[in-house]
């Protein structure tokens, strides 16, 4: 149960990430290109990648760690490891590729 708690946690991270990630992005995209904003620019795009790099790993962590948990108790750990680690690859990577629209 403990491990749900977490994953949910962790999830609520993941999307307050991506939103941050986003707003970011697009603060960066309004006042790219206006005179002496060169700053502020470096700074909003900072901030982004810092937001995507949070989101890649807290997505990553939940959704290993209910694919873990989901997993039977049987299969050998290096299998649920297995199983775990390429879904939550799989999950975070279709959820990058819809955050950036492609």
Do not use: Q
């Amino acid at each position: 149960m403990a491990i749900w708690a977490a994953a949910s946690v962790l999830a609520l991270i993941a999307g307050v990430a991506w939103l941050s990630y986003i707003g970011n992005g697009m603060a960066e995209g309004d006042i790219l290109g206006l005179p002496g904003r060169e700053k502020d620019i470096a700074i909003f795009g900072a901030k982004a990648t810092h937001a995507l790099v949070v989101a890649l790993v807290a997505e990553e962590l939940a959704v290993g760690a209910i694919i873990w948990d989901i997993v039977r108790f049987d299969t050998p750990t290096w299998r649920r490891l297995a199983i775990a680690s390429i879904t939550a690859a799989v999950a975070t990577a279709l959820t990058f590729a819809a955050v950036r629209g492609m």
